[in-house]
């Protein structure tokens, strides 16, 4: 009886370090995140009064141990760059925006460690981007988001670290 009683004891340990196991390994939390589209309509157009200078602005939803989520509002073109450790995916909330992938940067700079920033993408391919899409950006990617005038782009963004 006493080994069927240890057995089920270590059965149950077994489960229980299974269970937690993933979430132990890579420090994920138990919380699940959601945002509807209205929230994330809400969230970019919050963002308006800061975009008066630059035409663009940002802000970091949640942080994970290899990636982050962002809102980013664009009234204007953005500059051109590239991110060395970071995969981009893009999800439009609001908008139309050509998306300009590959190629060189203009007059490259690096901004940062891993950061890399320049006044164009030459030799790119354009993607047409609305209301509902999603791009996939790879490290190492140059890009740019080109808006037509007088237009607005709201999209979410999950940065997730490849390097």
Do not use: C
Not at 28 to 43: C, F, G, I, N, Y
Not at 47 to 76: C, N, V, W
Not at 77 to 97: L, T
């Amino acid at each position: 009886m006493k080994t069927i009683a240890a057995n089920a004891i270590r059965l149950a340990s077994l489960a229980l370090a299974a269970a937690l196991l993933p979430s132990m390994a890579w420090g994920q939390s138990a919380t699940v995140d959601h945002w509807t589209q209205s929230e994330m309509l809400a969230k970019g157009l919050a963002l308006t009064s800061d975009t008066a200078q630059t035409g663009s602005a940002s802000a970091k939803l949640t942080e994970y141990p290899h990636h982050y989520t962002m809102i980013a509002l664009r009234k204007k073109d953005g500059g051109a760059e590239i991110h060395e450790n970071f995969a981009d995916f893009f999800y439009v909330v609001r908008g139309k925006a050509t998306l300009l992938t590959g190629g060189t940067l203009a007059n490259a700079k690096t901004v940062s460690a891993g950061e890399m920033r320049g006044t164009a993408v030459e030799g790119g391919t354009r993607t047409s981007l609305a209301k509902g899409d999603v791009v996939h950006i790879p490290a190492h990617v140059a890009h740019q988001l080109l808006l037509p005038g007088g237009g607005t782009f709201i999209y979410f963004v999950v940065k997730v670290q490849e390097q």
